[in-house]
Each structure stands twice: as C-alpha cells, then as structure tokens.
C-alpha cells in the first residue's frame, strides 16, 4: 500500500485554454445573440405587414354626388297613352312563406312522359320534386304569361288598341283573327292571347304597350333579370321558337308565381271562357287549357306546343288550402295528362303543416 501523499503547496490556477475562455467568461453560451436574432426578425416581419397593408389600402370612396333638381318635365312612359288609375301597381318579387310540406315515407317518385319538369309548393317556393329544371329549352306559349304581366302592369282595361297586326301573318298557329287599322279592347286582347293563346293578341299588346314589339321584348327580359330568372331570355312576345328564346320549368313557376299575386292575372287565366263584345258582335271564347276541366281545384295557368318545346304547360291548383304549381316541357302524353299526374302525386305524398301557419297571400 503506497504510503499517504505529503501535501505540498497549492497549486497555481490554470489560465483557461483559448476555446475555452469564451465560455468561461459567458456562461449563457449563445442564448442572448439567438434571442436579439428573434426579436429582429419579428420586429421586420411586423414592419413588412405594416408596409404591406398601407399599400394595399383601398382608397377612400368618394361621397356620392346628388345632382340638383330638374325642371324639367319627366321622361314618356315606355306606353302610348295615358295610363289607367285603376291599373295595378307593380309588386316586388314573391316573398317564400310558411314551411315547405313534409313528403310522407316510401312514397313513389312521379314518372311523367317528360324530362324536364318540377314540383313546387306554392307557399314556402320548396321544390318537392325535379328533373332538369334549370335546362333552358324552349317555352312555346308559355312565354305569355310574361307578356301578360307587362300588359297588367303597363297597360289600362279601359285602353282601345287600334290593331297594327294581321291575323294572316300568323299563319298555322293559334289568332283571334285581328284585322289592320280594326279598334278592339285592351280587355279583349288580353282575354284572347291568354284563354286562345292568340299569336296575333300577344304582338298587338306588344306594341301598344312598348310601341314596338322589339322594345317590348327587351321589357320582357329586363322584368326576367328582375325576377332572377337566371334560365330565361325572350326573342319574341307570343313564344315562336327562335334560337335565343329560352326558359326553363323552374323560372315559369316563379313567373307564374309573381302573375298570380295580380287578381286581374288569377281572373283571366281561371275563366273557362270570356264574352267580347268587340265591333263586329259579341263572341264567346273558350280556354284552351282543358286543365280547368279536368282537374278539381286547378286555377290557371297557360299551356303550349311548338316543334322545339312539343307540348308545354305551367299548371296550379289548390286543395285544403294548400297550392302547389307544376311547370314543364318536352311533353310527350300531353298537357293534361302530365299536369293530373304531377298534382296528384304532389298532393298525395305530401303532408302541409296547419293553414294558420301559412297564410295565404292571395
């Protein structure tokens, strides 16, 4: 065993080796430099969003400027004429209410000899049922009910229309038989295109009420945009097929929709039939759209048939208080047989909540 070391003299402290005297002397080690790294980039970061935002910053809009009041005298209503006092304001677009019905379970989706069709509730806009309803294809007559409701709210019932149109003209399709420089009714014209579905009746109130058909046309697709009939533009106002007259089954019901808030609108399209007493006697017309017949409860609205849409119909009618509109194109088994098929089963698979809770705007 060695034997017990003699302690000496202290030894003299070590002077630290040059990698080492660093760390002696900092004993943070890097922390401090990494730390102002981090606060200087945030502090750069922060500096470029500032930067960024000021350049991106919308300029102040102006305010708007109203011009001064004129003295001078209104500009023409688009009609010829005085208007009617009696005549029916314009109303706003239809307004959805109440809740949409419940369909009641396992019930059999319709299968009407169309592809183009669709379902809708009347009060609440819900669509119950559809199959390509927002395909633009060709109207055919149902374009009238657009020319309609721009005769309602432009023209007057007490109006005398000196007739500019020719039944002639209107060879193979549906006339009243107008004669050039003949005076009939506002009234009578709107009967005649809307129960006969009269070609010639739709141009003559055309141009009474826009003075040109093509002026009127442009109505027609104006009050579209308004109604957001986004599937629809009108080439004409009676509905022969042309390439860019087009609409779709689901803007004809919302069409069909805002017509039938006019009582005027609701009159004409559910008479069976119309007395004219026009100047050459009295006559009686009888509506074209054997729906009202046939069907219990129906009230309107328009049905046609052109080569490119074949048979066409926008049918409504109510039961328990409840309305529900169908609206298709493209018929192969007809108007009527389509339309009895889609409110039967619309009616029938369907369950409406209490009528106190969906009031009636009509």
């Not at 809009?61 to 209503?77: D, H, N, W």
């Not at 049905?303 to 493209?330: E, K, Q």
Request: proline share 11%.
């Amino acid at each position: 065993m060695p034997p017990n070391p003699v302690p000496g003299p202290p030894l003299p402290e070590r002077e630290p080796s040059p990698q080492n005297k660093g760390k002696l002397i900092k004993p943070f080690g890097r922390w401090p430099t990494l730390l102002a790294y981090m606060v200087g980039l945030l502090t750069l970061v922060a500096g470029l969003d500032i930067w960024l935002a000021l350049q991106w910053a919308p300029a102040p809009r102006p305010a708007p400027t109203v011009p001064p009041p004129s003295t001078a005298s209104p500009p023409p209503t688009v009609r010829p004429g005085p208007l009617d006092p009696a005549r029916s304001p314009i109303l706003p677009p239809v307004v959805n209410l109440g809740t949409p019905p419940t369909r009641t379970p396992r019930t059999p989706d319709p299968a009407p000899s169309t592809e183009h069709f669709v379902v809708e509730d009347g009060d609440s806009g819900a669509i119950l049922f559809q199959q390509n309803a927002f395909v633009p294809v060709a109207p055919a007559s149902l374009t009238k009910i657009m020319t309609a409701v721009l005769a309602i709210e432009h023209g007057g019932l007490s109006d005398v229309v000196k007739v500019g149109v020719d039944a002639a003209d209107f060879d193979g399709s549906s006339v009243m038989g107008l004669k050039p420089d003949s005076e009939v009714s506002f009234k009578d014209l709107l009967y005649g295109m809307m129960l006969l579905s009269a070609n010639d009746a739709a141009v003559a109130i055309a141009r009474h009420v826009a003075g040109s058909e093509r002026a009127f046309v442009k109505m027609m697709n104006d009050k579209a945009a308004w109604l957001r009939l986004g599937g629809t533009h009108f080439a004409n106002s009676d509905g022969f097929d042309a390439d860019d007259h087009y609409s779709c089954p689901a803007d004809m019901v919302t069409l069909a929709r805002y017509a039938m808030q006019y009582p005027l609108f609701r009159q004409i399209v559910s008479s069976e039939s119309y007395q004219m007493d026009g100047s050459s006697g009295a006559r009686t017309i009888r509506n074209v759209n054997d729906i009202l017949t046939a069907y219990p409860g129906a009230d309107g609205v328009k049905t046609g048939d052109t080569p490119r849409a074949g048979r066409a119909s926008v049918a409504t009618a109510m039961r328990n208080g409840h309305r529900v509109y169908v609206a298709f194109m493209r018929s192969t088994d007809g108007a009527v047989a389509d339309g009895i098929l889609l409110l039967d089963w619309a009616f029938n698979s369907h369950t409406w909540a209490s009528r106190s809770a969906m009031p009636d705007r009509r």
